[in-house]
């Protein structure tokens, strides 16, 4: 016998609030309580269909579930196992999938193991190698393909059959209320079928643990932290199912000589106070392995920067170039002989400061200026 509609049976709109929904019952369930009404079977049975519209209505979900699916939503509330078809325990598990899809790992329940895993290596390389590029050969420990079975886990290479408990699937559904669960087949662990005879070699993993001689391209120009992917050189995946990616990260070695930033390079390089002051040039050398000869003007200060264009790093998938700094560090002289610090001292007697030395000019100037102020 077919149900009222719930809503038809409160006397509310389908659109109502809950505390229209409330108003109703409590107005219904106090005209047809049993009470009220003894030995009414009519007035029995009109006070439980109210009791049973209110208690759906008022829970949000159960409300939503019936908009959508009627009574249906509930006529197979409390039955085990797979259900009926049809319905909305079956309906609901089709709206989960329209709306997760293969999320969580789902592709396994179409009859095949999941994918190997990802893998990461971490490459330490050197400025140079980063400068020229170059080929290098890594060992990975990961796992390959199981060469007694060829990857699919049964002996002798048998294949696989389908699995009793899911038929395939590689998922089982069990219903609790109006809500249908589903998870992986435990019998095949998701996978859709099952080895009678597991592989000696690999117990029925179709994989074995083993080291991977791979050749990398480092390509020039790369920086710190750089990803290399190599597609399916990851692990094996289970009975012969797609391997993973591997991933290589890259670092690089501080350089004993040069600084890195971006694409350029920096180099501090010590230059006498002679030359400093008299000028003259110095050799400095380059990533490329070669000598570049810098000219120092008269009067150079420490930290000034002489700029190489298009001596710095390759730019990653450019044939552009960064540039190259040199800076220059004036060093004071040490361990000085008598008769250099005699020639120092004249030097120091007909120093003009304001001509010789305009910083130190400039600086006690504004140390004057300060001290008068306090004073005044």
Sequence with gaps: MAKDDFYATLGVARDASADDLKKSYRKLAMQYHPDRNPDDKKAEKKFKDV??????????????????????????????????????????????????????????????????????????????????????????PTSAACDECSGTGAAGGAAPVTCDTCHGHGRVRAQSGFFTVERACPACGGQGTVIKTPCSNCGGQGRVHHEKRLSVNIPQGVEDGTRIRLAGEGEAGLRGAPPGDLYIFLSLKPHRLFQRDGADIYCRVPISMATASLGGTLEVPTLEGKMVRVTIPEGTPTGHQFRLKNKGMPILRSSARGDMFIQAMVETPVNLTEKQKELLKEFEEESSTEHHSPQAHGFFNKVKELWEDLKE
């Design 51 to 140: 009791s049973e519209a209110y208690d759906v209505l008022k829970d949000d979900q159960k409300r939503a579930a019936y908009d959508r699916f009627g009574h249906d939503a509930f006529e197979q509330a409390g039955a085990g196992g797979h259900g009926g078809g049809g319905g909305f325990a079956s309906g609901f598990a089709d709206v989960f999938d329209e709306m997760f899809g293969d999320f969580g790992g789902r592709q396994a329940g179409q009859g095949g193991a999941g994918k190997g895993s990802d893998l990461r290596f971490n490459m330490e390389i050197s400025l140079e190698q980063a400068f020229n590029g170059n080929k290098t050969d890594i060992r990975v």
